[in-house]
């Protein structure tokens, strides 16, 4: 980030917090900004600041912007890392195990809901999965991210509590072998029969 996008990003947080610059000497702080973000995109810093001045009250800090940095590229990292292991179940989607299903990640399991649901994946075209598919993933990603993160910081009697309650609803049955290799087979069927002449 260079002095001048430093000054932009300087203005833009006193646009909604007025005293930011009211300091002794704002020349430091202006300095101190732009040696903290040099190597870093002026992009990647300013979706950081807009993000804090739309989600808090509070006036953004030079460490505060740097952990929502860290933040987004984590989350980009995590993100990207489940969207690989997402496309490469689909791509075996016909012939992958409820074991192998288990051991996916949470957020793509979930994204699935069950192998089902990654068998229906990996009968979209390669197009349709790596833009349409892959933008869906991207988009609801943080929120299964966020999901999984406060399971896993619930007491086990809350857990109990709520795993007793969906229990008590019904389930639809699991896919054997047998019925995923009929549904394959139909689902060939209707492909051959469209793509027959008339």
């Known amino acids: 980030m260079t002095q001048a996008e430093t000054g932009e990003l300087m203005a833009l947080i ?76 689909a791509s075996r989607a016909s012939v992958i195990t409820a074991a192998e299903f288990e051991v996916l990640p949470y957020e793509v399991r979930k994204f699935c809901g069950n192998m089902s649901g990654l068998w229906d994946l990996g009968m979209l075209e390669a197009d349709i999965l790596n833009s349409v598919t892959r933008g869906q993933f991207m988009k609801i990603f943080d929120t299964l991210k966020r999901r999984r993160e406060t399971q896993e910081l619930m007491p086990p009697e809350l857990k109990a509590l709520i795993g007793g309650s969906v229990n008590s609803v019904p389930r639809p049955k699991r896919l054997t072998d047998g019925d995923w290799n009929s549904r394959r087979n139909e689902q060939i069927e209707r492909l051959e029969r469209a793509a027959a002449p008339v």
């Open 14 to 89: 006193a646009e909604e917090h007025p005293k930011f610059m009211d300091t002794p000497n704002p020349e430091k702080r202006l300095e101190l900004w732009e040696e903290a973000f040099r190597r870093v995109p002026y992009e990647l810093v300013e979706f950081a600041v807009k993000r804090m001045l739309i989600e808090s009250p509070y006036t953004p800090k030079l460490a505060d912007v740097v952990q929502r940095i860290k933040e987004t590229l984590n989350s980009e990292d995590d993100a990207t890392e489940a969207w690989n292991a997402l496309r490469k179940a």
